[in-house]
């Protein structure tokens, strides 16, 4: 004996025409508005010469590393590398996605990770949401994405930051929770208001929890690049998916190791931003 089928799919295609009726108005604004930032951010990042974009880029690295002139001149040498492959577009291309979908992600993830830590209540809400992003495919991201956004890089931005939010909340709700007790009380005893306590004693020691949370978010974004290229996304990845589907090993590599210069870049920068904590202080 056979159950009768239980109409999920019905279901799921009634909501999705319910939410276009009703909102689709706010999906073409949002829309809008991102192909804007990464179309802006994209042509800053061409109107700046490479040359000059490397020596800044360079010159960021060795600053935020603390004067590590090894690392300094490992990044010139693979930014240059990229421009000789003649990658140069598309990983400016590339950059502008992570970016954007990273700065969309964290304007998102923190203020619920600071609301989350708290809330008992709302962690506890999250909590089973958060498993569920984490556990799903990351294929499955990009059928929402291409339903209410169709085809390009809007949708491959808006399936990238659905990815890459979870460690950026859980690791700012860790961050906080973990704040000594100690400091809240000399907090409290000195009068300080909520916002006081948030912004001078939480958020100051959570930073390089939050840091980690930021650096986790980045390489997500980035390791999303190619998978979101199958919904019309841009840049390396689709350079990759192209070379996937010609069977051009040659193609696929320059752009993945194009891919994984960036990644290292940015990695060395969002762990040097803030200076570890001495735990035996």
């Known amino acids: 004996m056979q159950l009768p089928k239980l109409p999920v799919g019905d279901a799921v295609e009634a909501l999705v025409d319910w939410i276009e009726q009703y909102f689709g108005w706010l999906l073409d604004g949002i829309s809008e508005g991102l192909g804007f930032l990464i179309g802006g951010l994209q042509d800053l990042l061409l109107a700046i010469p490479a040359p000059v974009l490397i020596i800044l880029a360079t010159v960021l690295v060795w600053f935020v590393t603390r004067r590590d002139i090894k690392l300094a001149g490992l990044t010139v040498l693979g930014l240059l590398l990229v421009w000789d492959l003649q990658l140069w577009n598309l990983a400016m291309l590339t950059l502008a996605l992570v970016l954007v979908s990273t700065i969309v992600a964290l304007a998102i993830s923190i203020p619920l990770g600071i609301a989350a830590a708290g809330n008992d209540a ?4 999250l909590r089973p949401a958060l498993d569920f992003m984490q556990t799903m495919p990351s294929f499955v991201y990009l059928i929402p994405a291409v339903i209410f956004f169709g085809l390009g890089n809007v949708p491959g931005t808006i399936a990238t930051v659905v990815f890459a939010m979870p460690p950026a909340l859980r690791l700012t709700n860790l961050g906080i929770r973990q704040v000594p007790t100690e400091l809240i009380e000399v907090a409290d005893a000195f ?13 100051p020691v959570a930073l390089p929890t939050i840091m980690a949370g930021v650096n986790q978010c980045i390489m997500l974004a980035l390791s999303m690049t190619v998978i979101a290229s199958m919904i019309g996304a841009g840049g390396l990845g689709y350079q990759v998916l192209v070379g996937i589907q010609r069977v051009d090993i040659g193609m696929g590599f320059e752009a993945g190791l194009a891919i994984v210069i960036i990644a290292i870049i940015l990695d060395r920068i969002t762990q040097n931003l803030v200076p570890q904590r001495d735990e035996s202080r």
């Open 122 to 125: 709302l962690n506890a809400a």
């Open 191 to 203: 009068g300080s208001t909520p916002q006081q306590k948030l912004f001078k004693v939480q958020l």
